[in-house]
């Protein structure tokens, strides 16, 4: 079982930037898919950003053009650069790793944008 260890969130202020940084304990070419889901309370998971193997990248609407997803294939990491952060960004995000329609997942790290 993959270990996916996130990093990188915390408190910003409407308008600020994060990154978010995903390490892997193998090789992501591993996996079909990586990527993040967002979850709020009482709300379903969503998917936020993913990139497949072949370098291909997918975004939920309310995200597109706010956040970049890459990956760093010699460090098994995978990054969520978060720019021009809403209030109703605030979530734990969580990173995943997929293959064959098998998820891993990581702990979750909470991002909170509020002034």
């Known amino acids: 079982q993959v270990q996916l260890v996130e990093s990188g969130g915390g408190l910003v202020q409407p308008g600020g930037s994060l990154r978010l940084s995903c390490a892997a304990s193998e090789s992501i070419f591993n996996f079909n898919s990586v990527g993040w889901y967002r979850r709020t309370p009482g709300e379903e998971r969503e998917l936020v950003a993913a990139?497949?193997?072949?370098?291909?990248?997918r975004f939920a609407g309310s995200v597109k053009g706010r956040f970049t997803i890459s990956r760093d294939d010699a460090k098994n990491t995978v990054y969520l650069q978060m720019n021009s952060l809403k209030p109703e960004d605030t979530a734990v995000y969580y990173c995943?790793?997929?293959?064959?329609?098998?998820?891993?997942w990581g702990q979750g790290t909470q991002v909170t944008v509020s002034s």
């Open positions: 990139i497949d193997i072949g370098g291909n990248v």
């Open positions: 995943y790793a997929a293959v064959h329609f098998r998820y891993s």
